[in-house]
């Protein structure tokens, strides 16, 4: 799948014929670079010993930890779960994970430069390259990728601002729940995992010409994303069922077909058959986030929504909860929120392929969470909507590129607002 992906991406840097006295390629490649070295600052001191002893920042005190024991357990068969002695790995994509091991394995270099400096530098540099790629091809306006380049390394919530009303201070990065670009290194199984959907994105619309190369790549990118990614892997097969069903194509209902299929082995092989995965619980996000101080914390809508219910004041109810959804759309995207201007052009939408699997892509990856939690640990579902924040960056770029240029300078200086103060919190020497 990463020589898949690192074909496409090859492809994508041959489109790009720089001639520096241009001051457009100048602009982009200085957007790259300071794109590149933001989304590191997360990731890139982890790992390294310091005269306190080896450091760990945020998440990675956890989850980095937690991918450095899985890698080594990756390197014998069959791989151990880390944290129970004993008991064969089940129920998580670890195909990263054995891709870390491999590399490991092959050059030496250690897993710790691998998984906090090597890869994370080498995603965000694929990410540019095959999104600047994807917005030439579907939008043919390249004023429009330098936006959507922007917003795809820089944005971030509207949690800054529930974190001033509240504290008198920047912050608040998930405050509606979803962490954000600054963050997308911090879970990498992620992160390799929007490089392949960024090569399938570039595939799909090829389908209604019923190619049947297109066809075997799809199938193979579709069919292993699961393992990489399973909130990845299911959004991508819905959306290919969803397009076949409405354009009643062949092609697309035959790649779900045999996507599906290599899904379900890798499904079956490495997850326990019997649990229960997803719970339908709607609006566990949005209740929570209104709810919980750590949130958004709107104790009144919390207590509107509560009364309406307990007196049967169903409009009181249904303004709380049309508020409440608002709330959890517009402040997870950000700046991001100018696709919804793109999304009332839905004539437009539907008579375009590419734009209607990017539309229906958007739609499940904030649908599934408003809808439904994971069992066990609820939290993990929101990572649904990183998917939708991504696509949410592409096209808005392009709408703002449309935008009076004052306005669209405002928007670039409030964009990165959110982003920076979480940045800021992995700038100090002492880790959390």
Known sequence: NLLLVVSFCKEYLSNFRFNFKDKFNLLLIGLIVAGSIFQQLPTFKNGLEFPYGMGFWGPNTHDGIWHIALVNQLQTVPPQNPIFSGETLKNYHFFYDLLIAATHYLSGIPVMDLLFRFYPIIFSLILCSGSYYLIRSLFKDRIAAVFSLYLIYFSGSFGWIVEYIKF?????????????????????????????????????????????????????????????????????????????????????????????AISAALFLSSFSIGQKLMVFSPFWFIHSMIDSPDRVGWARLSLAREAGFAVGNWFKFLSAEAISLTLFIIGNLGMRFFVLIFLFRIKTIFRNNAYLILFLFFVFSFSIPIFFIQSGNPWNTIQFTYYGLYVAALVSGVVIARLFFPI??????????????TANGYLGYQPH
């Open 168 to 260: 008198k201070h920047l912050g608040g990065e998930s405050a509606f729940w979803a962490n954000q670009s600054i963050s997308f290194n911090l879970n990498p199984p992620f992160a390799i995992s929007l490089l392949i959907i960024i090569a399938i994105f570039q595939l799909l619309p090829t389908l209604g010409k019923a190619n049947k190369f297109s066809i075997i790549i799809l199938t193979i990118l579709s069919g292993s994303l699961i393992a990489f990614k399973a909130y990845a892997g299911v959004l991508i097969l819905l959306t290919l069922l969803a397009v076949g069903i409405l354009r009643r194509n062949y092609s697309y209902i035959v790649t779900f077909v045999t996507s599906l």
């Open 408 to 421: 669209a300078a405002f928007i670039i200086f409030l964009t990165p607002i959110n982003s920076w103060a």
